[in-house]
C-alpha cells in the first residue's frame, strides 16, 4: 500500500470518527429550528413596533395650527394665521408623508363663519395686524424658510398686496398704529446683533430705532391712545426668562413691568388702556397660560389654566371678550372667551 493510499484510508477513518451521531444531528436540527422561530419572533414583533409607532406619531402630530388671532376695529372680523394640514380651517385630504405647510393669513367673521384665505399658499405669512380703518392688513412674508421675512400690506379682500420692507433685515411682529401712519416691529438688522423695536410709516420710509443694548426686544403692541409701545426683552438669546416693558413711542421713559424668572410671550392691551393681557409660562418644561395685569404691572391675575395650553391674546375692541389660541388635540385653533377667562368658544373647526 503506497503511502498515499494509507494517508487516503486514514483520513477517511478520521472523518468516519468525526460524524455526528444521530442525536447530536436531531439536537442540531432543533435548536436551528428553535432559534430560526426565535429570529421571526423578533422580526415580526419589530414590524408591528414600527407600525404601531408610526401610527402613533402620525395620531399624535399637530396638524392644523391656528394662531395669532387679531380683532378688525369693529369688532366683526378676526384675522389669524393658519397652517398644516388645512385651509384656514379645514383639513385637507389625509397624505402620507406630507410636505412642510406653509403659513396663510385668513379671515373671518367674529363667530367662526365665512373664513377666507387672504394670501397665497405658496409663501409663508405670518402676524397679521389690521390698520385702524379696516381696510388693509399688514402681516411678515418669505419665500421660504431660508429667506428673510418682509414686510407686505394687503387688502382685506385679499388683493393689492404690497412690501414695505426690504433689504437683508429680518422683520417680525408688525403692529399697525391706532392713527394709521406707522407700523412698529422687530427686526435684526445684522447675524451679530440683536432683535430691535423699531418704527416706520406705512409706506417704509422713515424708519427709527426705539430701542437699543444687548438684548432681544420684541412683540410690540401700541397703547389704545398711541403714545406707548409695550414690548417683551430677552436677557440673551438663551435665555428663558422674559419680561414686560412700556416705553414712549419715540423709545424714551422704558418702565420694566414685570420681575420674575418666568418666559412671557405676546400681549394686548385692552382698549380702555388699564390693563395687559399677556402670556406667561412658569418654566420651560410647563404650559403657557393667559394673564392679567394693570398698566403698571400690578394685580396679575390668571385667566387661563387648561390642560393644554393657551396664547396669543387678543382683546376685542370692546373690551369685553378676549381671542386666543389654544391646544385642541392635535391641533391649535381660535377660542374666544370673556375678559374675565369665563365662557370659552370655539372659532376654527380643527377636530
Known amino acids: 500500500m503506497s503511502e498515499d493510499t494509507r494517508l487516503s484510508k486514514s483520513n477517511e477513518s478520521n472523518l468516519k470518527d468525526s460524524k455526528p451521531s444521530t442525536t447530536s444531528r436531531r439536537k442540531l436540527v432543533f435548536w436551528a429550528v428553535g432559534i430560526g422561530c426565535l429570529i421571526i419572533v423578533i422580526c415580526v414583533g419589530i414590524l408591528i413596533a414600527t407600525f404601531r409607532i408610526s401610527g402613533e406619531s402620525k395620531s399624535s402630530g399637530i396638524f392644523i395650527i391656528n394662531v395669532s388671532p387679531t ?42 363663519s365665512h373664513i377666507t384665505q387672504l394670501t397665497s399658499s405658496t409663501v409663508d405669512a405670518h402676524s397679521p395686524s389690521w390698520s385702524p380703518d379696516a381696510s388693509r392688513i399688514a402681516f411678515t412674508s418669505a419665500p421660504d424658510i ?31 398704529s391706532p392713527d394709521g401712519s406707522r407700523i412698529a416691529f422687530s427686526s435684526i438688522l445684522e447675524l451679530s446683533s440683536y432683535y430691535q423695536i423699531y418704527v416706520i410709516d406705512v409706506d417704509g420710509s422713515h424708519r427709527t430705532q426705539l430701542t437699543s443694548g444687548k438684548a432681544d426686544a420684541g412683540a410690540p403692541i401700541w397703547s389704545p391712545d398711541g403714545s406707548r409701545i409695550a414690548f417683551v426683552l430677552t436677557p440673551d438669546s438663551h435665555s428663558f426668562r422674559r ?3 412700556v416705553m414712549k413711542v419715540d423709545g424714551t421713559n422704558t418702565v420694566q413691568l414685570t420681575d420674575d424668572q ?44 387648561g390642560q393644554t395650553g393657551e396664547a396669543d391674546p387678543a382683546w376685542s375692541p370692546d373690551g369685553s371678550r378676549i381671542a386666543f389660541s ?22 376654527t373647526g380643527g377636530q
Open 243 to 245: 419680561n414686560i416693558y
Open 71 to 112: 380683532w378688525s376695529p369693529d369688532g366683526s372680523r378676526i384675522a389669524f394665521e393658519s397652517s398644516g394640514l388645512s385651509n384656514c380651517s379645514m383639513p385637507l385630504p389625509d397624505i402620507p408623508n406630507p410636505p412642510p405647510a406653509r403659513s396663510v393669513i385668513c379671515v373671518m367673521d367674529s363667530d367662526g
Open 146 to 176: 431660508n429667506s428673510n421675512k418682509l414686510i407686505y400690506i394687503i387688502n382685506a379682500d385679499g388683493s393689492n398686496m404690497i412690501r414695505v420692507t426690504s433689504g437683508p433685515a429680518h422683520y417680525v411682529n408688525p403692529v399697525w
Open 262 to 305: 418666568a418666559g412671557k410671550y405676546t400681549q394686548t392691551w385692552s382698549p380702555d388702556g388699564s390693563r395687559i393681557a399677556f402670556v406667561s409660562q412658569q418654566d420651560i418644561n410647563s404650559l403657557t397660560h393667559i394673564y392679567l395685569m394693570n398698566v403698571d404691572g400690578s394685580n396679575i391675575v390668571q385667566l387661563t389654566n
Open 326 to 347: 389654544l391646544r385642541n388635540n392635535n391641533n391649535w385653533d381660535i377660542y374666544v372667551m370673556n375678559a374675565d377667562g369665563t365662557n370659552f368658544v370655539q372659532l
